[in-house]
């Protein structure tokens, strides 16, 4: 059985997020919670939060408690967010205007209580 969570509209770039995606991706939610506080980077609450929330999902799709040793996440991944509604606009030089955009990405963990058989790596 599978449960999705997802994060949307997040203020972290989308490639940084993804780094961290990469180091938990085929691991079990304990290993997970085990390696991302260690990582340094700023967006490990935000990828934390977000596999605690797939994990919950799934235990209430299942209907019982499940052991998160033995909860796997299946897919990870980060996507570029839209850039129109966070342009910002910086004082420059003789009084003109700076524009520069913020970032923004949309976080999707899919965790299973098996392990996928095969897969990219």
Do not use: W
């Amino acid at each position: 059985m599978e449960a999705c969570s997802k994060a949307k509209f997040q203020r972290y770039g989308s490639r940084k997020v993804g780094l961290l995606l990469d180091l938990v991706r085929g691991k079990s939610v304990k290993a997970a919670e085990g390696i991302i506080p260690f990582t340094g980077l700023r967006a490990s609450t935000l990828v934390q939060k977000t596999i605690l929330s797939a994990a919950a999902n799934l235990q209430v799709k299942s209907g019982h408690k499940l052991d998160l040793a033995k909860v796997y996440i299946v897919e990870a991944y980060a996507n570029i967010g839209p850039m129109k509604h966070l342009k910002r606009i910086q004082p420059g030089p003789q009084g003109r205007a700076m524009p520069y955009k913020r970032n923004v990405c949309h976080l999707t963990v899919v965790v299973s209580d098996e392990k996928k058989k095969g897969g990219l790596k």
